[in-house]
């Protein structure tokens, strides 16, 4: 008996996944040697480091002389080529891991800049753009200028050079991935330019990359090229499904030791933080990031092809260069954009009978619609997919912990959403 996957599958569409997995092959054979390639710098790090059973002993109260935490943190380093790291539980998000590196670099006064234009919503509450929440860089008297991109989504080298004059600007930051813009996420090869590009024309400024969804995505980071410091999340790429929670910062030794200090107190800095239960999570994680990812950006690639056979606008394009977990699918309205979220909803894991409902999040201006049956809130390197309800109706799908799920839920996706009246 021969069994089949798509056996409950249109026919059509059964014919049309034939024709997109015979048509990939050779580019999922590319990811599966950048795995190869990551996965070694991993394991040869684990070596280096002589990690053992007691460097899973979770620490508690304060979390003095945590040698698990302090090691973990020292292979964190050695991966990105930098300095130091802070590799910590107590980040309930990326977003805070972002805020903190950016405060803890800038003072009233001082400006924050950002190469890539105006940052996606969350960040944009931090700075004060938006939502006027207290706290934020605006209410600290802490400026905020950005050179906007081109048309075509790449950065306008021209107009920075003049806007980099401002002697105030004192950070200048780098998003690697789209967050909800219509440009495509910035490839290594287009952050080494930016980060030269800045060394020449102000070389006396801190460069901070926001990293998310983009570690292990390529075999170099933006430390291997001079960034000063970088943030991600645990619950994304690097904790591989595993972690729970938490993200972590990598850069010079001094801002990491600035960065402690804003996360804990003055004096303790990055000394204190137990890691309770955490640290078998965080090392597991870490050593099974490199292979997960690959899994979610072989699954993207499926998703870009088989939604282009169906007459849809993605990005990237299934052959294109990739950097991060990210596929945008566009719908043009809302209807099919809801209708396709919820199918990955309903092939998922967790809450599989749960209908996705447009609502509004703190954090973004739209109302938003989210599926995400993952094990983990908001783990991004689980499956999920959402969108703000505004024109063009973009989805942006990500993760996915096997290709496997996420061929059989994007199938399913396009089943439901293009054969079912």
């Not at 020449?200 to 291997?224: A, L």
Request: hydrophobic share 40%.
């Amino acid at each position: 008996m021969v069994l089949s996957w798509k056996a409950n599958l249109p026919e059509e569409l059964q014919v049309k996944i034939d024709k997109v997995d015979q048509m990939i092959t050779p580019r999922l054979a590319e990811i599966d040697e950048q795995i190869l390639h990551n996965q070694q710098r991993v394991l040869e790090l684990f070596r280096k480091h002589r990690v053992g059973e007691e460097d899973l002993v979770p620490s508690t109260g304060y979390g003095y002389d945590d040698i698990g935490r302090d090691k973990l943190e020292a292979i964190y380093a050695d991966y990105f080529k930098a300095d130091d790291a802070l590799v910590r539980s107590q980040f309930s998000s990326a977003t805070q891991a972002i805020a903190v590196g950016l405060f803890s670099m800038l003072r009233p006064g001082d400006t924050l800049y950002y190469l890539t234009g105006t940052p996606y919503d969350t960040i944009q509450e931090v700075i004060g753009l938006a939502g006027n929440k207290p706290g934020n860089m605006k209410e600290w008297g802490i400026n905020f200028k950005a050179t906007e991109l081109l048309e075509n989504g790449e950065v306008d080298f021209e107009q920075a050079k003049k806007d980099l004059q401002d002697p105030k600007i004192k950070v200048i930051a780098i998003q690697r991935s789209l967050g909800y813009a219509v440009r495509a996420s910035f490839t290594m090869k287009k952050i080494k330019k930016m980060l030269k590009f800045i060394k020449e024309v102000r070389p006396d400024v801190n460069i901070f990359v926001d990293n998310c969804y983009g570690e292990f995505s390529e075999c170099e980071e933006p430390t291997f090229y001079g960034a000063d410091l970088i943030a991600g999340s645990l619950f994304k790429n690097a904790g591989a499904g595993i972690v729970k929670g938490g993200a972590f910062l990598v850069g010079r030794k001094d801002l990491i030791e600035g960065a402690g200090s804003r996360l804990n107190v003055p004096g303790a800095g990055k000394g204190e933080g137990a890691t309770w239960g955490y640290l078998r999570d965080m090392y597991q994680g870490f050593f099974m990031a490199a292979h997960t990812t690959g899994q979610a950006i072989k699954g993207m690639i499926f998703t870009a092809a088989l939604c282009e056979e169906m007459g849809m606008d993605v990005a990237p394009k299934w052959n294109d260069p990739r950097t991060d977990i990210v596929q945008t699918v566009t719908f043009g309205k809302p209807e099919p954009m809801i209708k396709f979220c919820g199918a990955i909803q309903h092939y998922s894991p967790l809450n599989s009978f749960v209908d996705p409902i447009p609502y509004h999040q703190d954090g973004y201006e739209d109302d938003v619609v989210m599926a995400s049956g993952s094990f983990t809130e908001g783990s991004t390197i689980e499956l999920s997919s959402d969108g703000p309800l505004r024109p063009p109706y973009r989805l942006y799908i990500q993760g996915g912990l096997s290709y496997e799920h996420v061929k059989i839920a994007i199938a399913h996706a396009v089943a439901e959403t293009f054969y079912q009246n």
